[in-house]
């Protein structure tokens, strides 16, 4: 409610005075404070705090008088009545000097703020004062207390008797009362009859005034506290009673609440009794207790000393508190603390050195409560041994502490609203402006941490990593909103401020008229005519209505308390406005729907109704009467209303109206009286319920039935008057903040499916939860909370320690004000189940499940009840735990949510939670069958913790071998390391952020984020550095033997991934084998030598060809229909880069081009912009003249022909010796159609990748096959002269050439698209067919060992590879090389910033 801002400020004093002040207390209109000193009055203006008179007290005096002591102000602050030490009461008259002005505002000539209003010198200048004693009177006895009554001046002596002395002094006698003669009992009650308590020796120590009971509340010297009241006005001895409580016998102070009729005691523990008095019987009631709790504050806890002092705000909504022993707290009226200075930075400085708490000997708050003054004790101290030690002169010890509030405090219309609103002294708070940021409450549980970018390779994931940020409800920062000077300056402070329900718009109050500002234009609106803004004084507060301002105002011209209305488009000027005459006073204003309700001082409720006026050219609206309700009977004191609000909450929900009506009527009256919060609603009882109307205006309104108590200690009301079938419950309830507390809400309870509802099922229950803000405003569908928080920042490192005088930047810490929010579903939801209503509590849940942290709520919930129950020292007969337990199962993250909540428990507290929830080895089962991997894995660590290590490996390869076959490489990466966690002993839980991988597990290759392929370093070269690295990686020692322990385990992980990667071969599923490898570093080219003789070997060709081709979305070549008179035909283009675009004539089982096409997405579907990669033409090549796109997307001939911008404007033919060559338009069809025939460009540097792959590892099957879909007549000469030049198993020639054949032979059936290149390729596999006959002959009935052959071939291999690198093939293929690898370069070049993750390096390491 009442937060800290900025520094305190520290005032400076123009006097040459010695003394310290001892008491600072402002006058009832809060204009002016006064300064007491032992021997010295002064007067100060508010703002500014500037010091205006000051009065010394001769020295002859002062030696018959004593020392000043205390002092009050006269209500109408023209007299000060001071005490002093040796029992006198000095009278001093402040004479006021209209004429004079000590201090005004200077502003340039140009200004218009000169002479703005007619009275701006009593607005805006310092008035001049005088002090002037008037009389003494002598009492005789040393005052213990000073006390204002509204004509008459209370003092208690130290003698035990009470004087009651009128304000002008002695002219109507002099009341002495006898507290011996005063009869005190525990009630009035029992005073009255008779029955006293023994109160001999009885004095007063303080009082205070309390206008609202009457009465006095005190304190006496034996720390007894009670209350004093009489049974008329007239406080005579004979007419006096008291109440005492035997109980508390250790007080020390007392401050009463006006507003809400309680007594705070302070007390010599350091607490704070709040009592309040009992209607009825007239006994005092405990309220509640201000106390600091040992969990918050431990070093300080029971160690403040006594309370000192204790003042409530202006506004009676918060309360300061400050002890003995220093420090201050500041608590909401039911107690919720607020501010507190024992804890944090107000304790130590940023170096960690702790700073004396602060002492204050008197404070008093400020105009609206914007200000607190207090006199610091500190500096008197310092002060005196500074001027001991260096003479200097003293420094004055007054600060003044600047407070902001919430809008609910002065204006409780607010609580209808969803924004917060903080208003300061010139400015104010606003949360709105910003955007809500929604996330995926999954993503963010499973994976709150960020995770590193991570250089990827031509087979990683194209997914994004899972989100990482938290929902949000705006940042924690405020839109500030200046209030405009000119307003400002002669209209200070501001009383009320209220804010649309769009947020678009503000309005302010002042002490005259009002202002309004709109969020969208920047800009604010005030009166063109001043007159009329200075002739208006807003009293019972404003309101928005649509885009109109309403407030309830005092015609200070028309003696006429008025309901205005004012258009927020128009200018602000009176002739815009709708007036309607009040008849009494109005204290209170609210708005539901289009009733506007108003409290008047006659303790009547007035009911208008309101609309737009369609006819008027400016926007106008109407104020008509619609109902008067008389409250006199139930509120005793008008001041004592807190709020009134008309809802549409009613007890019997569903009955008698309808859902949608019942949220449109305004139902019921709520009504706050001094905390207790009071319904009434309307009668419907009687035949009124059957009279309809066409015209609502003009029907008769249902009466209201009497007022019933709802709730007490109630602070603040929320409620809305949407309505929304999903979340009814939310919508329908009232929800209540109740201080320390927490808060309540009043939920009403529906039958389910529409049936009927029990007999002895209420209709409506009220919840009570803990929350750990001050709540201000309330989310109804998004089921939160928001509030604010008092924040701390150190600047205290910016000053020297030996400075002269001691900085509040030194002293004090800068106090921010953040906004909040949490949660409160979980709470109501718990409350549900334990009072046995989990049907209810499902209803509710459903109908927020939708939210976005709805995971979060349940998580919360187990947590909570997990924590109470597990650590509870004593037995509890029904846990609550195995009925969340249920609840929860009731939900699909049900898994989820019991592992995150064990994860962020202890582990002592495991046992007790798997006891109600089963056993985690079952659950990890569940997660499983689920396909729920990340949650499993979760489980994986609780198996760790609670399980065997054999245990926890077999669940963990179960859960590895699951990952594996989805392709959950992140997770993969995770169980390795817990697998070889596992296998070296360590049973921690294992970081959650993968390690760096060894230089050895890459598989001897690094991959970069570029585009081409190098190749240039010899696998001799590569196996050397290989081997050199294993080598110089051997750990030796100590180390070296758990290496060797370890190495057991790297078996065990490397069989497993052998296993898959044979699966994968065996599958023919090459794209997730470079995907596997690629993700994992597995060591595919050594695997792949091992088992290119078996898992490696190429059973079936064509079945492999045409896996390959679907697996890529790689389109079949086909043969044109106009290739028999193409110019493709007479030789001056290779008949290698025929088209590759499927027939529809083509066989029914071979995947047609449509079927990927529709697959994929659009950015997919795209190509390469290079020519094919054959030998290249005679004369010309294709080259790209603009860079319209990194890739051109696949489709037909015809798509690509009629798209004259791919083909026409962006290709062209580029001759050598000619600029350009004109194309014919069968020309321009081929070469759309071989633009076409390419996959995507990343199935092509994936099919590259593989193609050198299974070159290094000597699968020469493999390269045939990968050749043979990129049509690359180098890589098919390459391998039949590797065959040529090295001793190659017979049967691995044997098998290529059968395979070859059967390739051949589908073609010729099948697809005679690949023809035109198996004719090229003709002389070398006629080669091949005569190699073969000669190796077979001699091998033929001799057994082939797998190992021999693997160490025999390799060699061969790698020499050929060698050779083959240098460019050893005939001149057309060199020349080939060369235009591919520029335009492979320029391509990559293109497309990297398009494909982050699709291109790569891959250099020899």
């Known amino acids: 409610m009442y937060f800290l801002s900025g520094w305190p400020k520290r005032l400076s004093c123009p006097l040459e005075s010695v003394e310290q002040p001892l008491h600072i207390q402002a006058d009832p209109q809060k204009a002016f404070f006064m300064v007491l000193f032992p021997s010295q009055l002064s007067i100060w203006y508010s703002r500014p705090s500037v010091l205006i008179v000051s009065y010394k007290e001769p020295s002859k005096s002062t030696s018959q008088f004593g020392p000043y002591k205390g002092a009050e102000w006269r209500p109408d602050s023209t007299m000060i009545a001071v005490s002093t030490v040796n029992g006198y009461i000095l009278f001093f008259d402040i004479l006021s000097s209209r004429e004079k002005y000590i201090y005004e505002p200077v502003y340039p000539k140009e200004s218009s703020h000169v002479k703005r209003t007619l009275h701006y010198k009593e607005e805006q200048c310092v008035p001049s004062l005088n002090i002037q004693m008037k009389k003494v009177l002598d009492l005789q006895a040393s005052i213990s207390s000073l006390q204002c009554m509204v004509e008459d001046l209370l003092v208690a002596t130290a003698d035990g008797y009470l004087h009651l002395i009128h304000w002008d002094g002695m002219t109507n006698g002099r009341k002495v009362i006898n507290l011996c003669t005063v009869p005190f009992s525990v009630d009035l009650q029992s005073s009255r009859a008779g029955s006293f308590l023994g109160f001999k020796d009885a004095r007063i120590r303080d009082m205070e005034y309390c206008a609202t009971l009457n009465g006095f509340a005190v304190v006496f010297n034996d720390g007894r506290i009670g209350f004093l009241t009489s049974v008329s006005s007239r406080f005579t001895a004979e007419q006096l009673y008291g109440v005492c409580l035997q109980d508390v016998v250790d007080g020390t102070c007392v401050a009463v609440n006006n507003k809400y009729r309680l007594m705070a005691f302070g007390c010599v523990n350091g607490s704070v009794q709040v009592y309040t008095m009992d209607i009825t019987t007239g006994a005092m009631q405990l309220s509640h207790k201000l106390e600091l709790m040992p969990k918050q504050y431990p070093d300080i806890w029971n160690k403040t000393g006594p309370v000192k002092l204790i003042r409530w705000s202006p506004d009676g909504c918060a309360v300061m508190v400050t002890w003995k022993c220093g420090g201050m707290s500041l608590w909401s009226v039911f107690g919720a603390q607020l501010i507190c200075t024992l804890g944090g930075d107000f304790v130590y400085r940023s170096d960690g050195i702790k700073k004396d708490p602060l002492k204050i000997h008197s404070m008093s708050w400020g105009s609206e409560g914007y200000h607190l003054w207090v006199i610091d004790g500190n500096c008197s101290q310092n002060t005196k041994c500074k001027r001991d030690a260096k003479k200097e002169a003293p420094q004055f010890s007054i600060l003044q502490f600047q407070f902001i509030k919430s809008a609910l405090a002065v204006n409780p219309c607010m609580s209808n609203q969803e924004q917060v609103l903080l208003q300061g002294e010139d400015c104010l708070y606003l949360n709105c402006g910003d955007a809500k940021q929604v996330q995926s409450p999954r993503n963010t549980l499973l994976h709150p941490e960020h995770k590193p970018a991570r250089g990827r390779g031509p087979f990683s994931d194209g997914g994004l990593d899972s989100q990482s940020l938290s929902t949000l409800l705006g940042h924690r920062h405020w839109h500030v909103v200046q209030i405009h000077s000119t307003y400002l300056e002669s209209n200070w402070p501001i009383k009320f401020s209220a804010i649309d329900k769009l947020g678009q718009n503000v309005a302010v109050v002042g ?390 909540c064990a994860r962020k428990t202890e582990y002592a507290l495991w046992n007790y939670l798997f006891a109600a929830v089963g056993n985690p080895k079952d659950l990890f089962e569940e997660c499983l069958m689920a396909q729920d991997l990340d949650t499993a894995a979760s489980y994986l660590i609780i198996l760790q913790n609670m399980e065997a290590p054999g245990v926890s490996r077999q669940h963990a390869t179960l859960l590895f071998n699951t990952a594996l076959e989805q392709e959950k490489w992140d997770l993969c990466r995770h169980m390795i390391r817990f697998l070889k966690a596992i296998g070296s002993g360590e049973l921690e839980t294992p970081p959650a952020t993968p390690t760096l991988q060894e230089p050895s597990s890459s598989g001897g290759f690094e991959f970069f984020r570029h585009g081409s392929i190098s190749l240039s370093q010899s696998a001799e070269h590569f196996h050397s550095k290989f081997n050199l690295q294993k ?164 489709g037909s001939a015809t798509d690509l022909t009629e798209a004259s911008s791919m083909v026409d404007g962006d290709w062209t033919m580029v001759d050598e010796n000619s600029s350009s060559l004109s194309l014919t338009q069968s020309e321009l069809e081929h070469l759309s159609l071989e633009l076409a025939c390419k996959g995507p460009h990343k199935s092509q540097v994936q099919l590259q990748y593989l193609l050198h792959i299974f070159m290094e590892a000597g699968c020469l099957d493999w390269c045939i096959i990968i050749g043979f879909i990129l049509r690359e007549s180098s890589v098919i000469n390459q391998i039949f002269s590797i065959m040529q030049s090295s001793d190659i198993d017979g049967e691995i020639c044997q098998n290529i050439k059968t395979g070859l054949c059967a390739i051949d032979e589908w073609a010729s059936t099948d697809c005679p698209g690949y023809k035109p290149f198996i004719n090229i390729i003709k002389p070398q596999i006629q080669k091949l067919n005569e190699i073969t006959d000669e190796q077979v002959q001699p091998e033929a009935f001799q057994p082939v060992n797998p190992s021999n052959v693997t160490k025999q071939a390799s060699p061969g291999v790698e020499e050929s590879m060698t050779s083959s690198s240098h460019c050893t093939n005939p001149q057309s293929d060199a020349a080939n090389s060369s235009v591919i690898r520029h335009e492979e370069d320029k391509s990559t070049t293109e497309e990297k910033d398009s494909f982050q993750d699709d291109s790569y390096d891959c250099t020899m390491s």
């Open 511 to 900: 002490k005259f008229g009002f202002a309004h500002y709109s969020l969208i234009t920047k800009k604010w609106k005030l009166f063109g005519n001043v007159a009329q803004e200075q002739n208006m004084m807003v009293t019972g507060g404003l309101a928005w209505w649509n885009d109109f301002i309403v407030l309830a105002c005092y015609n200070l011209n028309d003696h006429q308390e008025e309901l205005r209305t004012y258009p927020q488009t128009s200018n602000l000027d009176n002739t815009f406005a709708s007036v309607a005459k009040v008849q009494a006073d109005t204290l209170l204003l609210s708005v539901f729907r289009d009733i506007v309700i108003l409290f008047r001082a006659d303790c009547s409720i007035c009911l208008y109704s309101i609309e737009r006026r369609p006819d008027s050219l400016n926007p106008t609206a109407s104020v008509q009467v619609l109902q008067e309700v008389s409250m006199s009977r139930y509120i005793p004191h008008p001041f004592l209303v807190v709020s009134v609000t008309l809802t549409s909450v009613r007890t019997e929900t569903g009955i008698g109206l309808k859902m949608s009506q019942q949220a449109c009527e305004a139902e019921s009256i709520m009504l706050n009286l001094a905390g207790q919060l009071i319904m009434l609603q309307r009668d419907r009882s009687g035949p009124q319920i059957r009279e309809k109307d066409n015209n609502p205006n003009q029907r008769k309104l249902l009466p209201f039935c009497a007022p019933v108590v709802v709730a007490q200690s109630v602070e603040n009301v929320w409620t809305t008057c949407r309505l929304e079938k999903q979340k009814h419950h939310l919508l329908e309830a009232l929800w209540l903040s109740c201080g320390g507390a927490g808060m309540k809400v009043w939920l009403p309870l529906f039958p389910r499916d529409h049936r009927k509802p029990h007999s002895f099922l209420s209709r409506r229950i009220m919840l009570p939860f803990h929350i750990n803000i001050y709540p201000l405003a309330v989310l109804f569908e998004d089921a939160l909370v928001l509030g604010a928080v008092n924040d701390t920042v150190l600047y205290d490192c910016l000053y020297t320690q030996t400075s002269a005088r001691e900085h509040s930047e030194v002293l004090f810490p800068f106090c921010i004000v953040e906004r909040t929010s949490q949660i409160y579903l979980h709470h109501v939801l718990r409350q549900l189940l334990v009072r046995n209503l989990g049907e209810q509590a499902l209803l509710l849940a459903h109908s927020c499940a939708t939210l976005p942290y709805f995971p979060h709520v349940l998580e919360l919930m187990l947590h909570e009840v997990l924590e109470e129950e597990a650590t509870s020292q004593e037995p509890i007969p029904d846990p609550l735990l195995p009925t969340v337990v249920k609840f929860i199962t009731e939900f699909p993250l049900f898994l989820q949510t019991v592992v995150h």
């Open 1031 to 1194: 080598t110089l990686s051997m750990p030796s020692g100590p180390s070296g033997k758990r290496w060797i322990k370890d190495c057991d385990e790297n078996m065990y992980i490397d069989m497993m991934l052998w296993r898959h990667a044979r699966h994968l071969l065996e599958e023919i599923k090459l794209k997730d084998l470079g995907c596997f490898a690629a993700q994992l570093s597995f060591e595919l080219i050594g695997w792949l030598r091992k088992e290119r003789t078996r898992a490696a070997c190429v059973e079936d060709f064509v079945t492999a060809l045409k896996k390959l081709h679907e697996d890529f979305l790689w389109p079949f070549p086909v043969i044109p229909a106009s290739s028999i008179n193409s110019p493709f035909k007479t030789g001056k283009y290779r008949a290698g880069t025929f088209l590759n675009v499927e027939m529809d004539t083509g066989v029914p089982n071979i995947p047609r081009s449509h079927s990927w096409l529709g697959t994929i997405s659009s950015s997919q579907r795209e190509v390469d912009t290079v020519s094919s990669h054959g030998p290249p033409m005679q004369d010309t090549f294709l080259s790209p003249l603009l860079n319209k796109g990194d890739e051109c997307s696949i």
